[in-house]
Each structure stands twice: as C-alpha cells, then as structure tokens.
C-alpha cells in the first residue's frame, strides 16, 4: 500500500457491475472473491484479477435487500463512483459497511439547522458548520455553537431531499425526521451534492426500516397519536383529546401492539416509534 494507507476490512463476498461508463449491463453475473478496504480505496479481487474503486470517486452507496437464492445474497451495498456502478455483497456486511460509510464521511463538515422543525413547529434556528463523526448506527453532529446532536439511523422516521437556497447558493438538503427526548424534531443537513448523497444513503435506511405501512386507526388513535408527535407529556392525553384515563391507556395497548408506540417506564407513560411518527405526520398533513 502507499504511504498513508492502511487496512480496514479483508473479508470474501460477491460482486458485479451493473453499469460500465454509463451504461447497463445484460451480461452480469455475481463473481465470488475477496473484497479489501483501505482508507484510500476499494479492491475487488478474483482469481482473473482485481479491480480498484478510489473512495475519493465514490458519489453514493446504498444498502439493498433481495432474495437471489442462485447467487445466495440476501443483501448487497449498492456502490456508484462516477459512471460506474457496482452491487457488493459482503461476508462481514455490516463491519464493510460501517467502515465504508465512516471512511467517507468522518470528520466531514456540513450546515445544519437543529432543530428545524419541533413537534410540528418550524423553529426560527439558522444554519451553521457541524463536523459529522459515525460511531455504528448513530450520526454524530458537533455544531460550532457547541451544539451536540445523536441522530440514530433506526430513529429515522421521514427523510425528504430538496434543492434549496441556503447562504446565498442553491444547495441540496435533506429533511431527517427523528427524536430528541421523545419529541418529533427535524434536522436539516446540507454540503456538497456528494456529501449529501452519500448521508442520504445512510439515512434512508432507517426510513425504509421504520417505513409505515397502512394502518387502520380510529379518530380516537389518530387523535392520541397526533398529540404525541406535536410533544404533549402522555399523562396529559386524557385531558388533551377529551377521553377517560381507562380509554386513552386502551388506545396505548392497542397501539403498543402495532409497534407505533414504545412504553417507557410505566404502563401510562409512551413515546412514538419512528413509525408512528410517520403515521401521525401523514395525518396532521390531510387535517
């Protein structure tokens, strides 16, 4: 290796490319071999021979799930560095991608609005510099006004992505939703269009985790769940949303069931799954 250069990961896996310069690929077949991170760049290596994909050419990567019982993969990262593209299923999947994923975007800085949304409400905050460090499946925000934020990827409820006007320049940004205490908030994160991809990669995976599904609620649940995400303490639902104590805990236990809601502490006291917070967005947003 160069001067600089260390090993992060050796394991074996499975590997094709499905776009070559621009264009797709009908004759792909999943190759078996070794898969080698370093800090610098990604080698792919079979008994033919290898091929390396410098990190610093790596635009975006997301993470897939399938089901091809022929190539025995059930997962694969879906690697794009400039108009290539290529499908990596790893042994060590989770340790290759954290690795992946920290090697591109540790100690990257970014401007973020924290909180930009609160319960529903659109805070008067601005941007400002972060510094973005991952430690497993939580990103880590250091903002310059001392400002920490912990963004856990399975917290994630709602990721959008826009083109905005921020500091004067038209900029991409991504709208994450997620918790802080127990409370919805928002953060917003913007950078350069490949830092963004690749943060959007991240994220979106807790969004797909926590993806709500069509759910069959009452006014009565839609009511409770409403007051939740907008930050009301669950001991002040009762009276809140005009029900008995015994009603509104029938609520939570059916709630609770559906994996929408998360006891805490004691029977009458929940936060929202990120789950719930999608459904209850979903249904302030048709009011």
């Given amino acids: 290796m160069s001067d600089g250069e260390h090993a992060l990961v050796d394991t074996k896996g499975k590997f094709v490319q499905v776009v070559s310069d621009g264009r797709k690929r009908n004759d792909i077949e999943w190759l078996p071999g070794r898969i080698l991170l370093s800090n610098k760049r990604l ?3 079979t008994n033919d021979g290898k091929r390396t994909i410098p990190l610093s050419k790596v635009s975006s990567v997301t993470a897939s799930q399938m089901n091809q019982p022929l190539a025995q993969v059930d997962s694969y990262i879906k690697v794009q560095a400039g108009r290539n593209v290529t499908l990596i299923s790893a042994k060590k999947a989770e340790e290759f991608q954290e690795k992946l994923y920290s090697t591109l ?4 800085v970014v401007l973020v609005n924290h909180p930009a949304v609160k319960g529903g409400v659109v805070q008067d905050g601005g941007w400002e510099k972060g510094r973005l460090k991952l430690d497993g499946d939580c990103i880590n925000l250091a903002i310059a006004s001392g400002t920490f934020v912990e963004l856990d990827i399975d917290d994630v409820g709602t990721v959008e992505a826009k083109e905005k006007t921020i500091r ?6 991504l709208e994450v939703e997620h918790t802080i205490e127990g409370t919805s908030v928002e953060t917003h ?5 490949r830092h963004v991809s690749l943060i959007e990669g991240l994220v979106r995976q807790g969004e797909q985790r926590n993806i709500a599904d069509d759910v069959d609620l009452s006014d009565k649940e839609t009511q409770v769940l409403m007051a939740l995400y907008s930050g ?4 002040k639902i009762p009276d809140f949303v005009d029900m008995e104590i015994e009603e ?11 994996d929408i809601l998360e006891p805490v502490r004691t029977r009458r ?3 929202l799954e990120a789950r719930g917070r ?3 967005s979903d249904a302030m947003a048709d009011q």
């Avoid at 994160?189 to 269009?193: A, E, H, L, Q």
């Avoid at 009301?232 to 001991?235: D, H, L, T």
């Avoid at 509104?248 to 559906?258: F, G, H, K, N, T």
Wanted: net charge negative.
């Fill in 43 to 45: 080698v792919l290596a």
């Fill in 105 to 108: 975007l540790d100690q990257t």
């Fill in 168 to 173: 004067g320049d038209e900029r991409p940004l």
């Fill in 189 to 193: 994160i913007s950078g350069t269009p």
């Fill in 232 to 235: 009301i303490s669950p001991f």
């Fill in 248 to 258: 509104v805990e029938a609520v939570y236990d059916r709630l609770i069931e559906a």
């Fill in 269 to 271: 006291e929940v936060q």
């Fill in 278 to 280: 999608s459904i209850a």
